[in-house]
């Protein structure tokens, strides 16, 4: 056999590894949310103890975590939840995992739910202040392809 053929032989066989390892690293890597992603600004402020607000709806399309961004908190803490619902004017159900989010701090942040695998279609950031009067804000997103983020739940 000369070294021509030999060369082809090599070539082919490596890229036919490469093919298969291609294959394997696309198929082995999750997909990230490609739902509803932009992020929304809130902003609650409380008057006492147990005071709770919430934002307006806003279309799930993904089992993913919520992306919550905390740009200033002025309170010990403050206590998150996901709501879920069949409708943009249905009736609210607490799918936050483990049933609440609390936050100590700012910055960037996901919340388990089980909105979307709930068979819901419609997503909610639900806000209570636990220790009094304060505020809070920021921004969220129902549906975020950033996981890596700190987690509340």
């Known amino acids: 056999m000369s070294n021509a053929t030999h060369f082809h032989r090599a070539a082919s066989v490596l890229l036919g ?7 394997v690293l696309l198929t082995a890597t999750p997909a990230l949310a490609a739902g509803n992603t932009d992020n929304s600004p809130y902003d609650f402020y409380f008057s006492g103890t147990y005071a709770t607000q919430g934002e307006k709806w806003r279309r799930k399309y993904t089992d ?9 908190l002025d309170m010990n803490r403050v206590n998150f939840y996901i709501d879920g619902s069949t409708s943009y004017d249905g009736h609210a159900t607490n799918r936050t995992r483990g049933g609440v989010a609390t ?34 804000y920021g921004a969220w997103s129902p549906d975020s392809n950033e996981p890596w983020h700190t987690s509340l739940n």
Not at 17 to 23: D, G, M, N, P, W
Not at 64 to 72: E, G, K, M, P, Q
Not at 114 to 127: F, Q
């Open 17 to 23: 590894l490469q093919i298969a390892l291609a294959s």
């Open 64 to 72: 993913s975590v919520c992306f919550l961004r905390i740009d200033d």
């Open 103 to 136: 936050a100590y701090y700012k910055g960037y942040f996901v919340i388990h739910n089980y909105v979307h695998e709930n068979g819901e279609s419609w997503a909610r950031l639900t806000a209570m202040s636990p220790d009094g009067s304060g505020y809070v």
